[in-house]
């Protein structure tokens, strides 16, 4: 029974075999064909792929391809405003001129058609493109409607026009510094145009979200009325006292924002490739200089913040300092014995030195860190140079520092720094975009006592009441500051009579709002002047400056204070 059993159950089982192999044979021919089908398909069009691919590297084109190129030329950008809306940058349409090379019948015929409208495109490379086997090339990026017309005209074989965004600048030269420039795919280079890129629009470029589409504009801190009137004095008086550059900065105090920023020579963003000049540098944030003067207050608040120095404590200015075979002396010399008040208002190294000697050069070192001067400025803007600090911080180090040479700083880290000695003590990071007074309270560190503050804006304003400032006064406006003239060095040695003049001040010194820092390179004496230091050069700059500017910054006059008020007047040399 049990084989039979057995038997049964094995016959069962190959009749389940037999039926499935069946039906697998019945089902067969169907899928085979699907199958097939699926794999040509996928073949063929991936050899189109390949191809295309193979073709975009064959052609060297800057897009590849031209898919690639059609997405290139359609990147948009949003567009950059100052702070009451007016527009500095800005996208409008263009047009990209290519050649697909295998549709042109005759090469020499295109290209001779082509360097009659375009006569920079008569070069070998091109006429190689053009003779080449290629798929699709670029022949020029940026061409205007008049030459698109001209072109089309022709009637040429093969050669075609791709709608693309070009960045343009309203202003030109005027915020240049500050707004950077692109490259020719619509990618930011410097400035804030770079920024913009490195924040958030290369993400979106990346992810296509940006081909052709409106974004929200960009909000500047600057003001573009400030920063014309800045530039325009800036140019003036570079000229005027024929100065190698010029350079200015306005800053808002108690937010730290940037209002305006100028350095000569600039260039026009419209014409990007006189960016890439040297002299055209932004020296105001790229650019490392010795101070001078101007670094005095920064001095005597280290030594009053310390408690080792007091206003009415006596220096003696009678003799020379000899340290390390270096003899350091006065430019105006009193000889005798100097208060704080004097050494800032005459300006003594001496008194400087001994001021700093009695604070200790630690106190000095901790100091200028809490000013952050001794390390790179953090702010939005690329490019910023890195301070030049002395190899050694020994004694002779720390004696030129207390008067502002051996230690090489931006403009702008300057500025900050002086907008800390007047603000209340607040150290503030500079910043390019709005900042709120809540959000500025929010960032603010307090790195000086505020007393100490309050004795640093009195010595300012005593500076132009009878010091080296005199020639800063603006009736209504009651400006404090303090002037610097430093030599500069040639091939390891400081240069009598070549001269980086500044002058940093702020106003109304009783209850400072704006900060102004003004320099001059290498000025020049003019007719009636004796000297070709701060005073007369950078001093009387920065009042045309805020005569102008404070009115549109609506820094209400106050003509309770009878300041004298000294007329400058811009005149052509014969």
């Not at 490195?198 to 974004?215: C, H, N, P, S």
């Not at 014409?271 to 920064?298: D, P």
């Amino acid at each position: 029974m049990a084989k039979k059993a057995d038997s049964s159950f094995l016959r069962q089982a190959n009749l389940k075999r037999n039926h499935g192999t069946s039906a697998i044979r019945v089902r067969g021919p169907g899928r085979s064909r699907i199958f097939f089908a699926m794999t040509i398909f996928v073949m063929v069009y991936g050899a189109i792929a390949g191809r295309l691919i193979l073709l975009g590297l064959q052609d060297g084109s800057p897009a590849g391809s031209f898919l690639a190129a059609q997405n290139t030329v359609a990147q948009s950008r949003p567009d950059i405003v100052d702070r009451n809306g007016e527009i500095l940058a800005t996208d409008i349409k263009s047009a990209a001129l290519y050649a697909e090379p295998r549709k042109i019948p005759d090469s020499d015929e295109v290209f001779d058609g082509l360097i009659t409208v375009l006569p920079e495109l008569d070069t070998p490379a091109i006429k190689k493109r053009l003779e080449s086997n290629s798929m699709f090339t670029w022949l020029k990026r940026e061409i205007t409607v008049e030459q698109r017309q001209a072109i089309h005209a022709l009637g040429l074989p093969g050669v075609g026009f791709r709608e693309s965004n070009k960045r343009f600048y309203p202003g030109g030269q005027t915020v240049s510094h500050i707004l950077g420039t692109v490259n020719v795919d619509n990618q930011g280079l410097s400035g804030m145009e770079k920024y913009v890129d490195q924040a958030w629009l290369k993400d979106l470029q990346e992810l296509g979200f940006t081909q052709d589409r409106t974004m929200e504009p960009v909000a500047l801190s600057v003001d573009l009325r400030v920063q014309h009137a800045v530039r325009d004095e800036l140019r003036r008086s570079m000229e005027y006292y024929q100065a190698k550059a010029a350079m200015g900065v306005v800053l808002k105090v108690d937010t730290g924002e940037v209002i305006a920023m100028t350095s000569l020579p600039d260039f026009d963003p419209n014409n990007r490739q006189q960016a890439l000049e040297k002299k055209r540098m932004n020296r105001v944030t790229g650019g490392v200089f010795e101070m001078g003067s101007i670094f005095k207050g920064i001095t005597i608040a280290m030594a009053l913040d310390s408690g080792k120095v007091k206003l009415e404590d006596g220096f003696d200015a009678t003799k020379p300092i000899r340290v390390s075979g270096r003899t350091i002396n006065d430019y105006y010399g009193k000889h005798r014995v100097l208060t704080v008040p004097e050494v800032f208002v005459y300006s003594s190294n001496i008194g400087t030195i001994k001021i700093m000697q009695k604070a200790g050069i630690e106190e000095q070192k901790k100091f200028l860190e809490r000013l952050g001067l001794t390390e790179k400025l953090h702010t939005e803007m690329p490019g910023v140079a890195k301070p030049l600090l002395p190899p050694k911080w020994n004694e002779l180090a720390a004696m030129t520092i207390s008067f502002g040479h051996g230690l090489g700083i931006t403009p702008l880290q300057m500025a900050v720094a002086g907008a800390t000695l007047v603000n209340g003590g607040k150290y503030l990071e500079p910043t390019f975009l709005p900042r709120s007074q809540e959000e500025a309270d929010k960032l603010a560190k307090q790195v000086i006592k505020p007393e100490t503050s309050e004795i640093l804006r009195y010595l300012n304003r005593e500076n132009v009441k009878r010091g080296s400032g005199r020639r800063a006064a603006v009736a209504g406006y009651d400006v404090g500051g303090k002037t610097g003239t430093a030599q500069k060095v040639v091939n390891g040695r400081y240069i009598e009579g070549l001269y980086l003049n500044s002058f940093m001040s702020a106003f109304p010194i009783s209850n400072p709002q704006y900060l102004v820092l003004i320099l001059l390179d290498e000025p020049q004496k003019v007719e009636g002047q004796h000297f070709a230091t701060a005073g007369w050069n950078a001093v009387p700059t920065t009042a045309s400056v805020i005569r102008r500017i404070a009115p549109m910054l609506g820094v209400v006059p106050d003509f309770v204070d009878d300041a004298e008020t000294i007329p400058v007047s811009y005149q052509s040399r014969n």
